[in-house]
């Protein structure tokens, strides 16, 4: 088990290459890569990788889904940001697992993976990378 | 394989204790658990366990974005609730994976394991618990 | 791992059987089967098997959610569905665990696996399956 520890700006961080170093590390052929981030203001999102305008639509959407200050909210002490990004954190991911195939991340061709903080502020965050197989 | 039953209402039951019994008696020092809900008009959510307005706020989002009744719908049979439900379980998880680190879930500060209620009367709901490891 | 191929139309195309093939050749009496999608604009989930309104009902509610030429969307190259599909899959699943219990797949009754096509166009999308336990 490794921890990785990710510095991120609101929006989508990616974390390809540092899960990808794990996985090299750890030597293993054939098997799964589990990856879990331990917040529930932030979360984890398999995405495109090609086109940034992607990832920005991603979080236009989501920021317009789910509005900072929505009025429905009662969870409002630490700030008009954090209830919705535990919504959103709902909406994605916690873990993700992806296959290891021939040593490597058994991603798409157009796959990364993706710390999607949904704070306004920049955090640190910690996610926790587990691989098994032989 | 253990199964955990959870009797639910509507909204975030915490789960987190009974699962983390399951990984106790596994006596697996670093590995990863994996939990299963059987069934799709309930869901399982990782969320926030300290302030319970946040499960409060999740459960008025998600019934605000996705309401009972509406019009769009046309399995009705089951209920204004039924159909919702499904969509719901749709938008958050069926499947999760927590690593076991030093012989314990591996969550973070503030993560609590929840089975989301979508259906409005009570309910039984099943959950498989999986522990792999060493 | 196997490589498991899908012809899919545009809503949700079910692989409970293609998957449960995988597992009965692995032949292994409990453990996990681990499904990932190569995909970002296809998604997984597990949803109701019996009434196809369910998954009509999905793909509707879904589809009227984020809508097809949404103007908010600036990747819009691939066509007015591609976006979309993008912000579906977020929503939704790349991975889905599944128990093995007594050699099969430990689904609920009513629970079928689904390739959810998000895109308006047919396509042949490329699923791992990866089976682990004795």
Redesign the interface.
Known sequence: ?ESVTVATHRGLNEITDAVARVVDAARVR???C?V?I????ASL????NA?P??R???E???S???ADG?P????VTEGPDD?PS??K???????????I?DGRL??????GLYVWEHRSAPHRR?V?V?V?GE
């Open positions: 088990m054939e098997g799964l589990t879990f331990r917040h529930t203001s999102v398999i995405q495109e086109d305008a992607v920005r639509d991603l236009a959407f989501f317009r889904l789910v929505d429905l909210f009662t969870h209830m535990h919504v954190a709902a909406l994605t991911r916690t873990s993700e697992q992806i296959p195939v058994g991603l798409g061709t157009w796959q910690t926790l587990h098994a």
